[in-house]
């Protein structure tokens, strides 16, 4: 989605209205509870990121530790870097605080991949 923002030249106030667009589901439900809670003004009026720290305490706790298990799992197959690379950096995107700081995503990555490199 973030790609997607930068492509369409998304600004900082268009992020939240942009995002929320694609909510479906019990995501659209939380959001318009969100709505009733805090108002509309101050809903839309979130920075991006205060939206995905909202989005975290929503997400159940068993679905984080399952992203965290894949991320600490993940592992290179064959030759395919690019695959595993993809997924290295979309995982590392929902578990920040599992590589961070930086040091610490290099060494990650680094494990994962296939001994020949």
């Known amino acids: 989605m973030e790609s997607v923002m930068k492509i369409s030249d ?5 992020r939240i209205t942009y995002g929320v667009c694609s909510f479906e589901d019990e995501a659209l439900e939380w959001w318009n509870s ?6 509309e003004d101050a809903a839309y009026n ?19 530790q399952k992203i965290e298990y894949e991320f600490w799992t993940q592992k290179m197959e064959g030759a ?12 590392a995107r929902l578990a920040p605080r599992l590589v961070t700081p930086e040091f610490i995503r290099i060494e990650r990555y680094l494990w994962g991949l296939v001994p020949e490199i």
Do not use: H, M, V
Not at 10 to 14: E, R
Not at 34 to 39: A, E, R
């Open 46 to 64: 979130l920075t991006w990121n205060e939206l995905k720290e909202l989005l975290k305490e929503y997400c159940p706790r068993n679905e984080l």
């Open 80 to 91: 395919d870097n690019g695959t595993y690379t993809s997924r290295f950096n979309a995982l």
């Open 34 to 39: 969100l709505i009733q809670t805090i108002g």
């Open 10 to 14: 998304c600004t900082p106030a268009q």
